[in-house]
């Protein structure tokens, strides 16, 4: 079992910037793929970023491209999400999720075996 916590939402200002994390606890998140994803108020849960395992390969939404930085520390288990220019769009909440077989905007959500509780974002106007 991975226990995924995320950390960091809060309310910002349109342009400005918030830095949201996810610690694994449980067992180590080596070997898995790590995405965030997002949820607005009567919207599908849709993918924002990804980086994978190997080679740390990283993959966009085209809506956040050069906007928001995905990165990963293993030795500390934990996933970030830099979120910059940030737009009244982006309001969401913020999900962090790891699967073991697959990576990117194509990976579908089936295929994520744990996710964390959620993180509520808030770009005012």
């Known amino acids: 079992q991975v226990q995924l916590v995320e950390s960091g939402g809060g309310l910002v200002q349109a342009g400005g910037s918030l830095r949201l994390s996810c610690a694994a606890s449980g067992r180590t998140f080596s070997g898995y793929n790590m995405a965030w994803f997002r949820q607005a108020p009567g919207k599908e849960r849709e993918f924002v970023a990804a980086?994978?395992?190997?080679?740390?390969?990283?993959y966009y939404a085209d809506s956040v491209q050069g906007r928001f930085t995905i990165s990963r520390d293993n030795a500390k288990n934990t996933m970030y999400l830099q979120m910059n220019t940030l737009k009244p769009e982006d309001t969401a909440v913020y999900y962090c999720?790891?699967?073991?077989?697959?990576?990117?905007?194509?990976?579908?959500?089936?295929?994520?075996?744990?996710w964390g509780q959620g993180t509520q974002v808030t770009v005012s106007s």
């Open positions: 980086i994978s395992w190997i080679f740390t390969s990283t």
């Open positions: 999720a790891a699967s073991k077989v697959c990576s990117g905007s194509g990976c579908p959500k089936e295929k994520y075996d744990y």
